[in-house]
């Protein structure tokens, strides 16, 4: 029997799996990932997955809401998403679901201000009293469980605190950073004495499984999203994870000499020992990655090393998830989707942190989709696709009508294989001050543009004679006319794109 007005008779759990800034290479044969693997061996690995925005706020509400960031509002980090947006929760909590988001949420800022108020932000993270009282409704998901620390940050709390009291550890506290922060506090690197059991991965497995078990138990269809924090900065994570990977057998990105000096001028100043980026900074908050991205190189070993650890220990709680479903004997019946919310540079470039730097390094994604039946099992695509169409393709593949308001495409067709491709193009944005850092990517199947606001430079890459994007063609007379046709398109894209609230209904 259907279980709400608009679903299917034998209607699909969903379960979304993610991670947080996973560079799109950083699995198996790089990083040991057998769980993570399973779902793309029983379903679909998609290689050519983009972010709408390279920043987690972003993103993250473009997957849930199916619109960009210029249509949602949520333009950058330190800002939010509007309460009012629709969301694929919403969507399917109306018709039946039992809809519920555990781990990281990230669609609030860490401040609050009476017209732009936030409860992901210090004093309320750490307010467990709060917390106690709270778990939902949020964004479209019924009951929440969150936590918004990455590694021993002090942004630590919420449910994720409480869970560690109700296990008997009280003292977690001594093992993050302290709230105040206390600038003398000593920095923890790579080896961290957090029990595994403790870690916010595991309770990240644990609590998702809760979840389904609920829904199951309940007889309702389920959409959970399983948010983990890693392998998201500060390297940073316990034994055996810690050593699991020899800093020696580690192969950083690099950077081939002068290609940064055809890009724009912020790129090449990443390279010095003290740089000045003053004259792209509009307001008091800090652009991501306008820094130094010196690092020594036995450091950088030792970070990715670490990294590829934090992904192993993620890949271990999602394998926990995976058994669960074949308990309960719902394997069958559930669409396991696992992404990312943006990339991440390991010294690709000469980079080590994300920032207004639209390589693939950043703006790809890994994205597996497994659906026993309906998705070919062992089936790998190069079709382009984007995390603005998860929202879409979710809800049409629960049979659910789609939000005209939504941007995305139903990228359904292309799952199971009854359609090669669902677009020609992707675009990413990145607005991360009001007009002073503002630029925008459009990639088709070869070519790669990005235009920056006001400004005389640009990028454009020849994806297929130079993947690795060493040499930038924006200014090269031999590609005059591939530049001139890629800036019609990408502008005929964007009155493609423009959504619509409301359909035309009268003459006036």
């Known amino acids: 029997m259907a279980r709400g007005r608009f679903l299917l008779v034998t209607s699909p759990n969903i379960l979304w799996i993610s991670t947080d800034q996973q560079h799109h290479q950083a699995l198996s044969p790089l990083v040991a990932t057998p769980a993570i693997d399973s779902i793309a061996r029983d379903g679909a690995r998609f290689d050519r997955a ?16 199916g619109k960009y960031p210029s249509a949602h509002g949520c333009w950058t980090i330190g800002t939010k998403l509007d309460e009012s947006e629709q969301t694929v929760g919403d969507i399917l909590g109306a018709a039946g679901y039992a809809t519920s988001l555990i781990g990281k949420a990230h669609f609030q800022p860490l401040a609050s201000t009476p017209e732009l108020t936030s409860i992901e932000c210090q004093p309320i993270l750490r307010d467990l009293d709060f917390w106690r009282e709270f778990a939902g409704p949020y964004y479209g998901f019924q009951h929440v469980e969150l936590t918004r620390n990455h590694a021993d940050e002090a942004h630590v709390g919420q449910h994720y605190a409480i869970w560690m009291e109700q296990n008997g550890f009280t003292k977690w506290r001594d093992f993050f950073r302290r709230w105040p922060t206390d600038p003398d506090e000593p920095v923890r690197r790579h080896r961290w004495d957090l029990p595994v059991d403790m870690h916010y991965s595991t309770w990240t497995a644990e609590r998702s499984i809760a979840a389904i078990d609920s829904a199951v138990a309940a007889g309702k269809p389920f959409f959970t999203w399983a948010s983990f924090h890693d392998p998201h900065p500060p390297y940073l994570v316990p034994e055996p994870y810690a050593s699991m990977y020899d800093p020696a057998d580690v192969r950083p990105g690099r950077l081939e000499p002068g290609e940064l000096d055809r890009m724009a001028p912020w790129f090449s100043l ?38 590829y650890g934090m992904i192993s220990l993620v890949d271990d709680q999602v394998a926990r998830i995976l058994r669960r479903l074949d308990d309960l004997g719902v394997a069958d019946n559930t669409i396991v989707i696992f992404t990312t919310d943006h990339g991440h540079f390991l010294g690709h470039h000469g980079l080590t942190a994300k920032g207004a730097f639209h390589y693939e390094d950043l703006l790809r994604v890994p994205l597996h989709v497994r659906w026993p039946g309906r998705v070919p099992a062992g089936s790998r695509s ?7 169409d998860l929202a879409p393709t979710i809800l049409a593949a629960a049979g659910l009508p789609v939000p005209q308001a939504m941007q995305g495409v139903n990228q359904l067709p292309v799952w199971t294989g009854a359609a090669a491709d669902a677009r020609d193009h992707v675009i990413v944005e990145n607005r991360h001050q009001p007009t002073a850092v503002h630029l925008r990517t459009y990639i088709e199947r070869r070519h790669k543009l990005t235009v920056y606001r006001g400004q005389p430079w640009g990028d454009l890459f020849d994806l297929a004679e130079d993947p690795g994007e060493i040499v930038n063609r924006y200014d090269d007379p031999a590609y005059a006319t591939v530049r001139h046709e890629l800036a019609l398109r990408a502008l005929d894209h964007e009155l493609q794109r423009e959504s619509s609230r409301y359909e035309r209904i009268a003459v006036a």
Request: proline residues 7%.
């Open 270 to 307: 990443t390279q010095q020992a003290d740089p000045d980026f003053s004259r792209w900074q509009e307001t008091p908050y800090a652009n991501h990655g306008f820094s130094s991205h010196r690092v020594a190189e036995d450091q950088l070993r030792r970070d990715i090393a670490v990294y």
């Open 382 to 388: 190069e079709s382009l696709q984007s995390l603005v």
């Open 50 to 65: 983009y972010c709408t925005n390279p920043l987690c706020s972003p993103s993250r509400s473009s997957m849930i809401t």
